[in-house]
């Protein structure tokens, strides 16, 4: 499918906040955990979007909502009609004896992630962080994994403080072939220097302003590398990382300008 735009009815709607909600769709391709695709709401906008879950017949799209498209997207009901395009980028790949680190919707490829390393029967360790309660998601469906530890910074819903707060104890502990994350960029950046510090290999999850998605426009490349996020991330490791320049500068708009802090 991938460049192809097709439209397809939402199946299903889970509501875990006004603002937090999952999304079913007809499963029109494979996709593997951490590959993304556009979703498009005409005269509205087409913005990229990790997969959270699959089954047989459908995959979940998780959203919180942040801009006019988000938000667009929370006034969705059952039977509309939304345009999808997919699967596009570089995915994760699965190992056994992990570390899965998710900050807020960066829990949403996560969640795919485990469900396929759950498939195989690898074993993980899977902290999922959110600022609040509020925008922690799969509450319901985390409470009875064993693997997870859920953390809020306010201390709302498990135990208090950052993702990565737990982090460095399970590595000594675990001596994990991997490192998987997704979420912020300075949590990424935090995971990618205490996984250097124990070298550890990472695979870590990252974001950009997108907008072809197949590596034309050169919208998401990366300073120093020119790494094409849509193709060659969303998901890189430390080599792809070390030729970055732009690590802890400001994200660039859709006009090619970097966004004051």
Known sequence: MAETMKTFQIQEIN???ETLKSFLLPKAFDVSPGQFVTLWIPGIDEKPFAISE???????ITIRAVGTFTKRMMEM?????IGIRGPFGNGFQLMGNTILVGGGCGNAPLKYLAQKLDEVKYDFTWIAGAKTSLELPFKDTLIANKYWIPMTDDGTYGQKGFSTDPLEPLIIERSPSVIYGSGPEPMLLEIRKLAAKYQVPV????ERYMKCGIGICGQC??????????VEGPVLDEKAMAAVTEWELP???????????
């Open 15 to 17: 509501e875990y906040t």
């Open 54 to 60: 699959t089954t047989s017949s459908n995959f979940e």
């Open 77 to 81: 009901k059952k039977g509309d009609w």
């Open 203 to 206: 695979q870590l999850s990252f």
């Open 221 to 230: 490349c990366l300073d120093g590398s020119g790494l094409r996020l849509c």
């Open 251 to 261: 994200h660039r708009s859709a006009s090619g300008k970097r966004n004051r802090r």
